[in-house]
């Protein structure tokens, strides 16, 4: 069995990480560097967005916009809080810049993702409304129909555990560490609140991502700031331990890259995968949701959630490392915690709690919409009732386990949507680029008659 481990072990790092690397360098370069040449495109998009009509606008349970703050309020979840604390623990300083580095061009992956799901969205003529998403473009692809199913059936499990359990855990931990609360009266909680969203369908589920997502974005910048400027003098040096870390290799025996270099690479790239979602559908699932019929343009606006979770995540890292907690032992949102009390003191714990409670909250709402999508599709339509069963058992039951168990289950389950959803990405690459092409041309058209 340790043979086993092992084996599954060294396949879910190196060769997944060069697989997912692979591919969204490919992305990068085929639709020409999109989330460079189209990054002031994409702010411009998000903020006149375009709005649904006829049929598609009766059919979509959120605007382009919604679609982009849920996408947002999943990519801003305890991945980034406890995530990066564990990246650091792991794979040292060096960790968040490769977090960077693989955000930047995991923003072409998400470009591909969201453009494909608007777009079969738009072409399909199945009375299957749970049909979104890698559920609807992976038929086009070799072996879609089971390809389709496969993917339901490990979001259904990712949504479950990643984005439920997981959440509820990290949040328990948060108040029994500052405020001693009994771990069975938090599951309590939250169960109680997770039953308040499922009654509530799709409407509340967008109402309360409206709510939530403004204040967790403000209260984390706010705070994050204030560490780092409490901790002022050594920023420049922790920035340059962090490119050290990740640049300078140790030599070893052999001209073999330094087992630090190795560490900060695995864990940097893991953890952007987690935080920033990329790569793995789900937010393809929620932008098929909004009725759009502009691929190209929804896919410019999803990209921008991509890069500011990557944002958030090195910020979190910078205060790790800044406040000098990186290397104190602590790991997960304890170590986050330990690097806000550098400047808050004994609010450090409400502070950290806050930040915990908040993304981890504003991850089960949107993940309720993602992982009952996902069920729909793989029950064909029924048994809805089972799943919010389901989901709010396994909220309780999250909050309650041990952590450790829950993400080495998970990166499995993370594996196996990664695996399936970039091929489905790479097949359909001619589809992007032509979309994509048409694009350039409508806009140089545009151009030109301005210029005239």
Known sequence: MNWIKQIGEFLLSWPLNLYVIGISVICTLVFGFVQFRYFGQAWKS?????????AKKAKADMTPLQAFINTLNTNLGNGSVAGMATAIYSGGPGSAIWVVIIGVLLMAVRFAEVYLSVYYSEKSTTKKSELGGPMLYLREVIGGRYLSVAYAFFCVLFGLLMGTALQTNSIRISVQTTWGIAPIITAVILTLFMIYVVCGGAKRVVALSDKIVPVKVVVFFASTFIVLAYNYQSLLPSLKLMFSSAFSPLALAGGLIGFTVQQAMRYGIQRSIFATESGLGTAAILYSSTGSKEPVRAGLVSMLSTFISTIVCFLIAWCIVASGVWNSGLTSTALTIASYNTAFGWLAGWVGSFLSISFGVGVLVTFVYVTRQAWLSLTGGRY????????????????LLDATTIFSIGDYILAGMLLINLFGIVYLIPVIKKGLASFRAGKNKKIKKKSK
């Open 384 to 399: 809805e009732n089972v799943f919010y069963a389901i989901v709010c058992a396994v909220a309780f039951a999250g909050a």
């Open 46 to 54: 998000l903020f006149s967005p375009a709005k649904p009509s006829g």
